[in-house]
């Protein structure tokens, strides 16, 4: 049985298949609409979302199963002191995929000691979204062609963005990428993310603050917001959340071909002018979300079409 709890879980092998099976399903969806007939996903959302849930739900629904699952942890027996281990022995007597998204770090790692089922990890705190990086990726490779010789700006919030620590490792393995990393001191990415990625591997990685600086020089530019929900302080959430608003006038230095992505939720991070540009890719990159989960659910389910 295979979880997917890390983005390192999948090799490049099996990211190419997922990929290349979330653009036969994009071109030919009829073909998948009863490969998990009788087949049941849970969502198990101990934290918001919208994107996640709803595209894993959507994802289910068009390969022919069903779904089950709650929203927020307020209405599951989590109030009444439930363990995660628990919760998925429980609800692996109901379903045969779970996903989860929880505001621990290595929550999900934890359910998939004991689930009977496939665990995937939907979010878990500020460390890893394996999902979103799936979808990345698929976004990446139809906008631009290739997964690797390229120049790619994280810009944010790449302290607390569980994306952009999930991206980079994901990245790391593909050819010729250069790493421009955009924040305030206070928001740089994590030690373990600049050890362990770019340092053990020999990645060459630049931090900047400025993004008027770099952004001519960008493939493509993966935009995040600031993480209010997991500041200690309210005041530095103030004082830090417009850092950077990305507008028509900086887009005005960047290459013809730049690809924004944005794993949503925008707050004011990227002006809403910045969305009638051919190069504003988030919403794009939230429908492919919903393809590379019904790529995912096959493959964890190892169910196959011919
Ligand atoms: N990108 C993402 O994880 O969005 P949600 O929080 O809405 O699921």
Same mark, same amino acid.
């Given at each position: 049985?295979?979880?997917?709890?890390?983005?390192?879980?999948?090799?490049?092998?099996?990211?190419?298949?997922?990929?290349?099976?979330?653009?036969?399903?994009?071109?030919?969806?009829?073909?998948?609409?009863?490969?998990?007939?009788?087949?049941?996903?849970?969502?198990?959302?101990?934290?918001?979302?919208?994107?996640?849930?709803?595209?894993?739900?959507?994802?289910?629904?068009?390969?022919?199963?069903?779904?089950?699952?709650?929203?927020?942890?307020?209405?599951?027996?989590?109030?009444?002191?439930?363990?995660? #281990?628990?919760?998925?022995?429980?609800?692996?007597?109901?379903?045969?995929?779970?996903?989860?998204? #929880?505001?621990?770090?290595?929550?999900?790692?934890?359910?998939?000691?004991?689930?009977?089922?496939?665990?995937?990890?939907?979010?878990?705190?500020? #460390?890893?979204?394996?999902?979103?990086?799936?979808?990345?990726?698929?976004?990446?490779?139809?906008?631009?062609?290739?997964?690797?010789?390229?120049?790619?700006?994280?810009?944010?919030?790449?302290?607390?963005?569980?994306?952009?620590?999930?991206?980079?490792?994901?990245?790391?393995?593909?050819?010729?990428?250069?790493?421009?990393?955009?924040?305030?001191?206070?928001?740089?990415?994590?030690?373990?993310?600049?050890?362990?990625?770019?340092?053990?591997?020999?990645?060459?990685?630049?931090?900047?603050?400025?993004?008027?600086?770099?952004?001519?020089?960008?493939?493509?530019?993966?935009?995040?917001?600031?993480?209010?929900?997991?500041?200690?302080?309210?005041?530095?959430?103030?004082?830090?959340?417009?850092?950077?608003?990305?507008?028509?006038?900086?887009?005005?230095?960047?290459?013809?071909?730049?690809?924004?992505? #944005?794993?949503?939720?925008?707050?004011?991070?990227?002006?809403?002018?910045?969305?009638?540009?051919?190069?504003?890719?988030?919403?794009?990159?939230?429908?492919?979300?919903?393809?590379?989960?019904?790529?995912?659910?096959?493959?964890?389910?190892?169910?196959?079409?011919?």
């Amino acid at each position: 049985m295979r979880h997917l709890i890390d983005p390192m879980d999948l090799s490049v092998q099996e990211i190419q298949e997922m990929l290349d099976l979330s653009n036969d399903i994009i071109a030919n969806k009829d073909k998948y609409s009863e490969v998990c007939k009788g087949k049941k996903l849970a969502t198990l959302f101990f934290e918001p979302s919208t994107r996640t849930r709803l595209s894993f739900e959507a994802a289910m629904m068009e390969l022919g199963g069903n779904v089950l699952g709650f929203s927020s942890a307020d209405s599951s027996s989590a109030t009444k002191g439930e363990s995660v #281990h628990d919760t998925v022995q429980v609800v692996g007597c109901y379903a045969d995929v779970i996903a989860m998204r #929880h505001p621990k770090e290595g929550a999900p790692l934890l359910a998939s000691l004991k689930s009977p089922v496939p665990i995937i990890n939907a979010g878990d705190g500020g #460390h890893y979204h394996p999902t979103q990086t799936l979808t990345d990726l698929l976004t990446i490779q139809r906008e631009k062609g290739r997964l690797g010789n390229m120049t790619i700006g994280f810009c944010g919030d790449l302290k607390f963005g569980r994306t952009v620590h999930s991206l980079i490792k994901a990245l790391s393995r593909y050819e010729n990428i250069r790493y421009i990393l955009i924040s305030p001191k206070e928001l740089q990415v994590p030690d373990y993310i600049r050890t362990e990625v770019f340092e053990n591997n020999n990645i060459p990685y630049q931090q900047v603050e400025s993004m008027d600086e770099v952004i001519g020089e960008l493939d493509v530019l993966y935009m995040t917001r600031v993480q209010r929900e997991r500041f200690f302080n309210e005041a530095d959430y103030i004082r830090l959340k417009d850092t950077y608003i990305l507008d028509t006038k900086k887009l005005k230095n960047a290459k013809e071909d730049l690809s924004i992505l #944005h794993p949503l939720p925008r707050v004011n991070e990227i002006s809403t002018k910045v969305d009638d540009d051919p190069r504003a890719c988030y919403f794009r990159q939230a429908l492919n979300g919903k393809y590379v989960r019904m790529a995912l659910i096959m493959k964890l389910l190892g169910l196959e079409v011919e």
